[in-house]
């Protein structure tokens, strides 16, 4: 995957707190790269260090429509819904996690798989209590 290792280093800093380091070197890389796949993993860790809710779906949009790998759908499908959660779209936020629902037989088991479940549930669970803070199992926290 070109760029990889520079995507990877980004991603590290926002992880370490690093978030406008993370948004400046991922955002160079996602203007430079024209492979949508690729455009798409850096679109969706772009949310991942935003601050604002609206800038966060603003990337998650851009990651979804740069998807190739279906792969990446049960993710992106439920980032949407907590951002919409987030900004009372109630009604976008219960689209996006029916289709992220819908998805969950092709996720895989383990980690990334178990993320994806618990993190179904957690928004479900956000959605119907009427909440609007970003929950502590977002990444962008």
Do not use: F
Not at 50 to 55: G, L, P, R
Request: some cysteine; overall charge negative; proline content about 3%.
């Amino acid at each position: 995957m070109m760029h990889l290792e520079e995507m990877t280093a980004a991603v590290e800093l926002g992880r370490t707190g690093e978030r406008e380091a993370a948004r400046t070197q991922l955002t160079a890389l996602w203007e430079a790269c024209d492979d949508p796949q690729t455009r798409c993993a850096i679109a969706h860790y772009l949310a991942d260090v935003q601050d604002e809710t609206e800038d966060e779906l603003s990337w998650d949009l851009r990651a979804l429509e740069d998807v190739e790998d279906d792969g990446w759908l049960p993710s992106l499908h439920l980032n949407l819904a907590d951002d919409y959660r987030r900004l009372s779209q109630t009604q976008l936020a219960e689209d996006h996690l029916s289709i992220a629902r819908g998805l969950l037989s092709g996720v895989p088991e383990g980690a990334y798989g178990d993320l994806i479940r618990s993190g179904v549930v957690h928004v479900a669970e956000a959605l119907a209590a009427g909440s609007v803070r970003r929950l502590e199992t977002n990444p962008s926290s």
